[in-house]
């Protein structure tokens, strides 16, 4: 798919998404009407304004701006930071799903892929947009000198959980201005990967992720991560933003618990490793052209889709509540570690493409050698 025709859905998906954010940030408001609690009751209406707070463009009561002789200026950088949080969402998403249109046009039969492929870009699209206009959030609050980067670990990891239903409707929309602007056109070729290469591939990209799932995530080695670069200075604590872009989840030995309550919850980490092995097996044969860029946005999306396979799993199995209050809590976690899923799905994206190459490279190079054995006999 060229790219004069891939642009418009994905221009048309980051339209969507951004105006999405913005009536979800302007509904915040209808939160503080007489009767709102009452309606929905006092926790309902505290978890929506926390997950719509991060999207509202105007102030609310309570908000970090700093209440002083500047409070214009502050206000001003408040809403320099919203603009930006605003416009990176639309390009961060435009330009993701640019690439993922081409390589996974959502053709006759195929339109799974693509759609969830997009779903799981907007969540990373929303992620970054957050933590790109964090710095400027900080400042509105007039403390930006005091422990910044806990600041940022803090304000980047807000304002995901409104996200993943919203990109669900952006990544329908993107897909459906795809299939209209693919109505006139054939079948995109497909690049032929042998089985055994993709398998290979597939598995060290997914050893990749399980550095981050197995190892890192242990809650040993994560203590260590988030508490051995302390010190003075603006940049002196970087643990807390070290611990949310390097560790997919958490977990100790089954102590205090029984081992099958332990093995039912490590069954969410299996679940979301092996949605990214059953990814990159497939993505060779999904992709028009296998590239670098497209191998590690596909997988980014992979692992943020495994981790909420991850989170399902947790909630339906492992928790098992039916209450309002638990479904609340169940809700606030969706979208947990995607700023660790852009870096571990980079990661091994780029692993599996150069797996890929130098491994394709050797069986052609053993198919030509074979070849020339039979011709020479």
Do not use: K
Not at 53 to 77: N, R
Not at 110 to 117: E, K, M, S, T
Not at 272 to 280: E, G, I, K, N, R
Not at 294 to 302: G, R
């Amino acid at each position: 798919m060229e790219y004069r025709h891939a642009a418009i859905p994905a221009v048309a998906g980051g339209l969507m998404l951004t105006l999405l954010l913005w009536w979800a940030g302007a509904s915040i408001g209808a939160l503080d009407l007489d009767g709102a609690n009452g309606a929905l009751g006092i926790e309902t209406a505290n978890a929506l304004r926390s997950w719509l707070a991060p999207w509202a463009y105007d102030p609310q009561p309570g908000a970090s701006v700093a209440a002083t002789a500047d409070g214009a200026s502050y206000l001003a950088l408040r809403d320099t930071a919203m603009q930006i949080r605003f416009v990176a969402v639309f390009l961060f998403y435009a330009a993701g799903a640019l690439l993922l249109v081409r390589r996974l046009p959502g053709e006759r039969g195929r339109v799974w892929q693509p759609l969830l492929a997009l779903w799981a870009w907007g969540v990373v699209a929303g992620t970054l947009a957050v933590t790109v206009s964090a710095p400027w959030m900080i400042a509105s609050g007039g403390r930006g000198s005091y422990r910044f980067l806990p600041q940022l670990a803090g304000l980047a990891s807000a304002g995901r959980t409104v996200l993943v239903p919203l990109a669900l409707a952006a990544a329908a929309w993107t897909v459906f201005v795809t299939r209209v602007a693919l109505r006139n056109t054939g079948p995109q070729p497909r690049e032929e990967v042998p089985g055994r290469t993709a398998v290979v591939a597939a598995t060290v990209g997914t050893a990749v992720v399980a550095v981050s799932v197995v190892l890192l995530s242990y809650q040993a080695n994560a203590a260590r991560i988030q508490t051995a670069f302390t010190g003075g200075g603006l940049l002196g604590e970087p643990g807390d933003l070290l611990r949310q872009w390097l560790l997919l989840s958490a977990w100790s030995g089954p102590s205090g618990v029984g081992l099958w309550d332990w093995l039912l919850v490590r069954c969410g980490d299996v679940l979301l490793l092996a949605v990214v092995w059953c990814a990159l097996r497939w993505l060779p044969g999904m992709l028009t052209r296998v590239s670098v860029p497209a191998m590690a946005v596909c997988t980014v999306c992979a692992v943020v889709l495994g981790l909420l396979v991850r989170h399902l799993w947790r909630v339906t199995v492992v928790d098992g509540g039916t209450t309002s209050w638990h479904l609340l809590q169940a809700a606030s976690g969706l979208g947990e570690g995607t700023s660790a899923a852009v870096v571990w799905g980079t990661l091994a994206g780029v692993t599996a493409t150069v797996v890929l190459r130098v491994t394709g490279r050797g069986a052609e190079a053993s198919a030509r050698a074979a070849a020339g054995d039979r011709s020479g006999g």
